[in-house]
C-alpha cells in the first residue's frame, strides 16, 4: 500500500493518490492536518470511489508553504462479517497460552481474544502487549486489537494462578468491526447447572452483538441463542473448566436481547459468568498517510465548483480591510447614558486589485467570474498581507492603466468574506458539458482517451460558463 501528495501548479492542487487497498474496500475519505492532531475532511473527501484498491482526490484548498498531513481511510460499505474459521482453542493447567490467529485475517480485522483462568476471585488473564482490554471479569476477560500484517499469535500470562487452575484461550475475528466495544452487560452466577447469559441493549442497526460463557467445571456440550458460535470447549487437565461464545450481526435492526440460558450437559453445578457485548460497524478498515509542502508563487483566486477556472494572479493592490459593525445605540427618554445593543461584527470586507498584462489574459480573467460563484483567495504564505479566505465577488470594475495605449488592464474586485461550501460540495476539472462540447461524437471519445480515470482527469478549457 502506499498513498502519495504532489502539488501540481496547473490548477494549485495537491493531488493525494493512493493504492493497495484490500478488495473489501469499495471507497476512502481524506483527511489534511497541519499539526497531525486536528484533522479537516478535504473538500470532496467525503466518499472517494476506491477502483482496484486504487483512486485520487485534489486538494485546492492546502495551507501553503508549510508541511501538509494527509490521511487516507478505506471503508467498507458492507456489514460485519466474521471469519469462517476461528483460531483453535487452546488450554493448559496454571500456565501462559499462544492461541493461534483464525486463518483468513485482512489487514484491518478486529481481533478479539477470549481468555480465562480457573480459580476465580485470585487469577486473571494479563493483555498481551499491543492488546487492550475491553472486558474485565477478574478470571475472564476479553482483549481487542486491529490486525495488521506485523501482528503474530500473542502470549496470555495469567497472575494469581494456582495448581491446577485450568486456562483458556481463543481468537476471534472480525471483518469491518470496530474493535471496542459500543456497550457491554455482564452477569456472575451462583452455582448451577446451567449458565444465565447476560442480555445487552443494542443502540443502532448493524451492529454485531456478543455473547460469552465461563463454567467453573466442564461440560460435554453447551447450546445458547442458536446464533453463529466461536467455540466451546472445555478443559479437564486441571480442576475443570469449560468456554463458549457465538456471536450474530444485525441488519436494519436495533433488536434488544434479555437475558437467557445456556443450556450445559455433562458436568456438574458450578459457579460461571457471562457477558454480551455490542460492536458497531469500523469507520475504517485501513489507513495510510502522507505528508507535502506546497510551495506558491504567488496568490491564486480558485473556484472549487469548477475547478478549470482557477486562475494565478498577480496582485497590485490591497485595500484597508473592515468589519461592518451590526451593534447600535439607543437613547432612552430620561436617561443620559444610551443603551447598546450589540451583536458579533460582520466578516472582513476589502478590495482586491489584479493586474492582467495583456488582453487575452485579461479577457480570460473576466470570463473566470461569469460564473457568479464564491471564490477562494490563497495567498502564498499563511501570514501574507493577502488573506486567505472565501469570499463573494461584488460588482468587479475592469479598467486601463495610466498609459491607454498599454495591454495591462486592472480588475477591482470588492470582496466579501464568507463562508466556505460543505466538503461535500466539489467539482471536477471536466464536466460532461465539457464532453459534448469537445467530441461530436462517442467514438471520437473512445478514439482520443483511453478509460474513464483518463476522461475524468481533463482540464477543461471551455471557459465560457454563461452563454
Not at 215 to 237: P, Y
Request: hydrophobic share 40%; aromatic share 8%; glycine share 8%.
Amino acid at each position: 500500500m502506499s498513498t502519495t501528495a504532489t502539488y501540481l501548479d496547473d490548477l494549485s492542487r495537491v493531488r493525494i493518490a493512493f493504492d493497495g487497498f484490500g478488495t473489501a474496500v469499495d471507497s476512502a475519505f481524506v483527511e489534511r492536518s497541519i499539526d497531525g492532531i486536528t484533522w479537516a475532511t478535504v473538500r470532496g473527501g467525503d466518499t472517494v470511489p476506491v477502483v482496484a484498491g486504487a483512486g485520487h482526490l485534489d486538494d485546492y484548498e492546502f495551507a501553503a508553504g508549510v508541511p501538509n498531513f494527509y490521511r487516507v481511510s478505506g471503508v467498507d460499505g458492507g456489514p460485519i462479517l466474521g471469519v469462517p474459521d476461528p483460531g483453535t482453542p487452546v488450554t493448559g493447567t496454571n500456565v501462559s497460552l499462544t492461541p493461534p490467529l483464525p486463518a483468513a485475517v485482512l489487514d484491518g480485522d478486529a481481533l478479539l481474544l477470549l481468555a480465562s483462568i480457573r480459580n476465580s476471585g485470585t487469577g486473571a488473564p494479563v493483555a498481551p502487549a499491543g492488546w487492550t482490554r475491553v472486558l474485565d471479569l477478574g478470571n475472564v476477560a476479553l482483549f481487542s486489537r486491529v490486525y495488521d500484517p506485523s501482528v503474530a499469535a500473542p502470549t496470555v500470562t495469567f497472575t494469581g494462578g494456582t495448581v491446577g487452575a485450568d486456562t483458556m484461550a481463543q481468537i476471534m475475528a472480525f471483518h469491518n468491526a470496530d474493535p471496542m466495544p459500543v456497550t457491554t452487560n455482564t452477569l456472575v452466577n451462583a452455582s448451577a447447572q446451567n449458565v444465565a447469559l447476560a442480555g445487552v441493549s443494542v443502540p443502532e442497526e448493524q451492529m454485531m452483538n456478543l455473547f460469552l460463557a465461563w463454567k467453573q467445571d466442564d461440560w460435554t456440550g453447551a447450546v445458547g441463542r442458536g446464533f453463529a458460535e466461536i467455540g466451546d470447549w472445555s478443559s479437564t487437565a486441571g480442576d475443570d473448566a469449560a468456554m463458549w461464545w457465538e456471536y450474530t450481526v444485525q441488519g436494519d435492526t436495533d433488536i434488544d436481547f434479555t437475558t437467557a440460558t445456556l443450556t450445559v450437559t455433562g458436568g456438574a453445578a458450578a459457579i460461571s459468568k457471562s457477558a454480551a457485548l455490542a460492536f458497531r460497524r469500523a469507520a475504517y478498515v485501513t489507513r495510510q498517510t502522507t505528508t507535502v509542502t506546497p510551495v506558491l508563487d504567488s496568490a491564486w483566486i480558485k473556484n472549487p465548483q469548477r475547478p478549470s477556472l482557477n486562475r494565478k494572479v498577480t496582485v497590485s493592490g490591497v485595500s484597508e480591510i473592515t468589519r461592518p459593525s451590526r451593534s447600535g445605540t439607543f437613547d432612552v427618554v430620561g436617561r443620559t447614558l444610551p443603551v447598546a445593543i450589540s451583536d458579533v461584527q460582520g466578516s472582513r470586507r476589502y478590495t482586491l486589485t489584479v493586474m492582467t498584462r495583456t488582453l487575452a489574459e485579461a479577457a480570460d480573467f473576466d470570463q473566470a467570474f461569469a460564473s457568479g460563484l464564491p471564490v477562494f483567495l490563497q495567498a502564498p504564505e499563511l501570514d501574507a498581507v493577502v488573506p486567505t479566505l472565501y469570499a463573494s465577488v461584488g460588482e468587479v470594475t475592469l479598467r486601463r492603466g495610466q498609459s491607454v495605449r498599454a495591454p495591462r488592464r486592472y480588475f477591482d474586485l470588492p470582496l466579501t468574506e464568507c463562508a466556505a461550501p460543505a466538503s461535500t460540495v466539489y467539482g471536477n476539472t471536466y464536466t460532461w458539458a465539457d464532453v459534448v462540447a469537445d467530441y461530436p461524437s462517442w467514438s471520437d471519445v473512445l478514439e482520443n482517451v483511453a478509460t474513464w480515470s483518463n476522461l475524468i482527469d481533463l482540464v477543461s478549457d471551455n471557459e465560457v460558463v454563461v452563454p
